[in-house]
Nanobody, 119 residues
Framework: QVQLVESGGGLVQAGGSLRLSCAAS????????MNWYRQGAGNQRELVAS???????IYADSVKGRFTISRDNAKKTLYLQMNSLKSEDTAVYLC?????????????WGQGTQVTVSS
């Protein structure tokens, strides 16, 4: 069982930066994949970035070159460094841990943190 709590959101001007954190109650070593998603008002949940247990990363085209996902297994924390923020980045950001149990995948979600970018 993994419980996740996001923090670091807030209000920032366009062009600014924020770093989101996702702290786990249990070890994130059990998380085979960790993700950041976002959900804007009236929009579907969108995958922003992923990082595997081996450190491989994938980004949505909309954030490539601006956002960086990382994980610190010792601190049991997932991060999302967001630079050059745009108004369209405004959303609730959520982290997810996926654990592979053989053919079964179990997903654990945080409650989200609001990011608002003013233009």
């Amino acid at each position: 069982q993994v419980q996740l709590v996001e923090s670091g959101g807030g209000l920032v001007q366009a062009g600014g930066s924020l770093r989101l954190s996702c702290a786990a109650s249990g070890s994130i070593l059990s998380c085979n994949v960790m993700n950041w998603y976002r959900q804007g008002a009236g929009n579907q949940r969108e995958l922003v970035a992923s990082i595997s247990s081996g450190g491989g990363t994938i980004y949505a085209d909309s954030v490539k070159g601006r956002f960086t996902i990382s994980r610190d297994n010792a601190k049991k924390t997932l991060y999302l460094q967001m630079n050059s923020l745009k108004s369209e980045d405004t959303a609730v950001y959520l982290c997810k841990c996926t654990v592979f149990y053989g053919l079964e995948h179990r997903h654990y979600w945080g409650q989200g943190t609001q990011v608002t970018v003013s233009s």
